[in-house]
């Protein structure tokens, strides 16, 4: 298991953060395809290529640092998705782990539907072409014109969050001579992270309407009631980077029971259920994620036992993966700058990003794997710790790691898996000029996301 394992949300006290490396690998050339796109290897060269590109020339044309996407697994995974859950289910990627117009634009050619959670999010999706009704919109507290937007646009289902968006939500819908369709969504009292989930009192958060104290049966009721919302399902989302089913297993079975008390008490059976996403990747050789197909068994087996346990019928499954889709189809590149070896402790290696680029280390003490992608090495393992060129010393892109003791400035080293929540995350900070996105398909590569300008900053500031 990953060692510390809490990639979102607060902190657990016995999560480790602290010099729990493992060893060094046997092969520190070698590249796990558990951590690396599907179409990267290295050439006879010893270079990693992507899509039959090799990194010095990316470098040189789209300069470093940038993340590098393969489009190709990322189509694949999508049709995986797809394919998995079949046509009695729905997919829809969670805009929030990276959304761009091609992205949108390759969603919609895998027929894959799409989750934002902000206006600007279904400003992209819509520009790019997406169907409103394949958009779901999120949100804890959307504003009266984001909700006015979407349900304008008629978007497939708002997921409400609150009493107050219930009643927000019905209203504009009236107003606008519409009915929307539309989730409530509930907190089971299950959180999940990686290998583990805790079944009590997590609804001490921000998302939902709890399952306890009859408040979600109460939600439902006041919805039923409102002439501007047809409500079709209950939503649930349980954490990220979750390996075990668990937690969805709790999660699935507090929903059912929910959807047998609306039965019981209004006569209703609800068509739908959405069990959100959060399935995990491998950011290290030691992460070990199930496949969609697995997960897609796991899950459509829950639902029906528990319905056919209760007397329902099952209802219509949605999920909305982020992470697994567009984590593992990136990689950041970066050039190595300095390198300042601290007797008996490690060696740091200064890149020309940071956590400008990737704020999930120092934010969730989330871990990433490195190699050194320019050349292969035949030089012994180092115990290193890639730092960014920030000025703050908690500026860690990969706290623990092994690289070849010979690493020089001028070298590229690539840190993978970082296709979600990186690039949407990306800041400004210390006014670094937020990096591009290449897509790289098929021996071409095209930016997606251009990089910043300082021309780009400066127009913001209007002085
Ligand atoms: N659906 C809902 C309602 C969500 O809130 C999220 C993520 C997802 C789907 C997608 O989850 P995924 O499959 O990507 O794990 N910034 C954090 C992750 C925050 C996730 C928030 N919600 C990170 O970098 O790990």
């Known amino acids: 298991m990953s060692r510390s394992a809490h990639p979102a949300g607060p902190r657990h006290a016995d999560v480790l953060t602290e010099g729990h490396y493992s060893a060094p690998p046997a092969d520190l050339n070698s590249l796990d395809p558990k951590v690396w ?18 990194v010095s020339r990316l470098a040189e044309e789209f300069g470093t640092p940038a993340y590098f996407l393969d489009e190709t697994d990322f189509r694949a995974r999508c049709r995986a998705w797809a394919d998995a859950f079949g046509r009695d289910a729905d997919v829809f990627y969670a805009g929030k782990a990276f959304l761009s117009r091609a992205v ?181 050789s030691e992460d070990d994620p199930r496949e969609p197909h697995e997960i897609a068994t796991a899950l459509s087996e829950i639902v029906t036992r528990e319905c056919s346990a209760a007397g329902l019928r099952a209802p219509r499954i949605s999920v909305e993966p982020g992470r697994a889709i567009v984590g593992p189809t990136a990689f950041t590149l970066y050039e190595v700058g300095t390198i300042k070896p601290l007797e008996g402790l490690r060696t740091y290696v200064s890149v020309d990003g940071g956590m400008s680029d990737n704020i999930r280390t120092a934010l969730y003490d989330a871990e990433y794997s490195v190699s050194l992608v320019s050349r292969t090495s035949d030089a012994e393992p180092m115990l290193v710790r890639v730092v960014g060129k920030h000025c703050e010393s908690g500026d860690i892109v990969v706290r623990d790691a092994f690289l070849p003791a010979d690493l020089a400035p001028g070298d590229l080293i690539a840190v993978p898996a970082t296709g979600a929540y990186c690039r949407s995350m990306a800041s400004n900070y210390n006014h670094a000029l937020r990096p591009p996105v290449v897509a790289v398909r098929d021996g071409s590569a095209r930016v997606i996301v251009r990089r910043e300008t300082e021309e780009d900053l400066l127009r913001l500031d209007v002085g």
């Open 37 to 54: 796109s599907s179409t990267v290897t290295r050439d006879k060269g010893g270079e990693l290529t992507v899509g039959g590109l090799e």
């Open 104 to 284: 949108v634009r390759w969603l919609h050619e895998e027929g894959l539907n799409l989750d934002v959670c902000s206006g600007t999010e279904l400003a992209t999706a819509l520009d790019a072409g997406m169907p409103a009704e394949r958009i779901a919109f999120h949100g804890n507290n959307k504003s009266e014109a984001e909700i006015r937007r979407a349900v304008e646009a008629g978007v497939g289902r708002i997921v409400l969050d609150s009493f107050q968006e219930i009643v927000r939500v019905a209203h504009i819908a009236q107003e606008l001579g519409t009915v929307q369709k539309a989730f409530i969504r509930v907190t089971v009292g299950v959180e999940a992270h990686t290998h583990e989930f805790i079944a009590t009192a997590h609804e001490d958060q921000k998302f939902g309407i709890a399952l306890a104290d009859g408040q979600a049966a109460e939600a439902v009721r006041r919805a039923l009631k409102l002439d501007g919302l047809e409500l079709i399902g209950i939503h649930s989302h349980i954490g990220s980077q979750i390996f075990d089913m668990a937690g969805f297993e709790v999660s699935a079975r507090r929903v059912v029971q929910l959807l047998a008390e609306v039965r019981d008490e209004h006569g209703v059976e609800l068509p739908e259920i959405d069990l959100g996403g959060g399935l995990g990747i491998a950011y290290t």
